[in-house]
């Protein structure tokens, strides 16, 4: 690890749950848009549905004149319109299959170089090796459909399994299943994992990014609430870092971004994006405070990070916390 985060990855910022209300597609696109284009922090965003061909030529426009890496999510159509790659119902299988290239389509339009898929619902233990490889099968029609299209990559989302999405890939032993069947054909097919789904799969990034190291090509970073039902924020709702009840605060970015470096997800030749995943959810929360929130948690969190490895590197044994304080390292 090195001094500079920009050295090492482009930092990125979901558009669609930064500013909650656009993920129909429809709203202040532009505007808020417009806003993360105009910070010059962020050097990637990830966007979404946008129905108006209109707000798409404008948002290209706003896109190419930022400079930004773009990377389109097709969570955004795929969840509000409850679609299924996995369906056992080849209608509703099929539905999906179309939506996720129109998808396709949009993300030609925004510039976009690498597009995120999103698995079904999982149908349980019995049937789950049926759904992957019913999974499978629509990622190859997905993917050959982008080979048509032009040059386009593809990460598949590892989410929850038990509490929320109710996802297939779901368990990280299950999206490398996924990743071992279509990278030899597919090498532009890759994996994302998102610091947010370790706590609602109840798995640990310890173990779980060594099983996917070959095949992880994107990282999100972002919060979660699993202890408390009650709770506003509770399942995958991406509350903002450090949110009281919530699982994820600095340390814990720290703690990931160490673990992703100790498996060489920073070193693969082209910067990955990593992009934060947070949206205001408790009463009087601004997106605009959310997004500073974010920044000052990727900044600390890489900053204390590089103080670590440079104190393994000098054979030290202590390493600082998310206050600036040392403690003893493991």
């Not at 498996?263 to 082209?270: T, V």
Request: aromatic share 8%; glycine share 8%.
């Amino acid at each position: 690890m090195i001094e500079n985060i920009y050295q090492k990855m482009r930092v990125g910022i979901v558009h669609f749950k930064a500013f909650p209300g656009i993920e129909t597609g429809e709203g202040p696109i532009v505007e808020t848009l417009q806003k993360i284009c105009e910070d010059d922090f962020w050097t990637a965003v990830e966007v979404g549905w946008m129905k108006d061909y209109r707000v798409r030529n404008t948002a290209r426009h706003l896109l190419d004149q930022s400079h930004l890496s773009v990377a389109y999510a097709t969570q955004p159509r795929i969840l509000s319109g409850k679609l299924n790659l996995n369906s056992f119902d080849p209608k509703e299988r099929n539905v999906a299959i179309g939506a996720v290239k129109n998808c396709i389509d949009e993300a030609y339009d925004l510039g976009a170089e690498v597009v995120r898929l999103i698995a079904g619902k999982d149908p349980g233990d019995d049937k789950r090796e049926e759904a992957k490889k019913l999974l499978v099968d629509s990622l190859h029609q997905i993917m050959e459909y982008g080979k048509e299209e032009g040059r386009m990559k593809f990460t598949l989302k590892i989410f929850d399994r038990d509490i929320d999405k109710m996802n297939l890939i779901g368990h990280f032993a299950d999206a490398l299943d996924i990743a071992k069947v279509m990278r030899p054909d597919y090498p532009d097919f890759g994996l994302l994992a998102d610091l947010s789904h370790f706590p609602l799969l109840k798995e640990d990034a310890a173990q779980a990014i060594p099983l996917i190291k070959d095949y992880l090509d994107a990282a999100h970073i972002g919060n979660c609430v699993c202890a408390d039902r009650r709770h506003a924020a509770y399942g995958d709702i991406q509350p903002r870092f450090g949110v009281p009840g919530g699982e994820i605060d600095t340390q814990d970015v720290v703690d990931y971004f160490e673990i992703l470096s100790d498996n060489g997800f920073f070193d693969k030749g082209e910067r990955p994006i990593v992009s934060a995943e947070v949206r205001p959810v408790l009463a009087g929360e601004i997106s605009e405070i959310i997004l500073a929130n974010a920044k000052r948690v990727i900044r600390d969190a890489w900053a204390l990070a590089i103080a670590d490895a440079a104190s393994r590197s000098t054979g030290k044994t202590q390493r600082t916390d998310a206050r600036g304080r040392l403690e003893a390292a493991e």
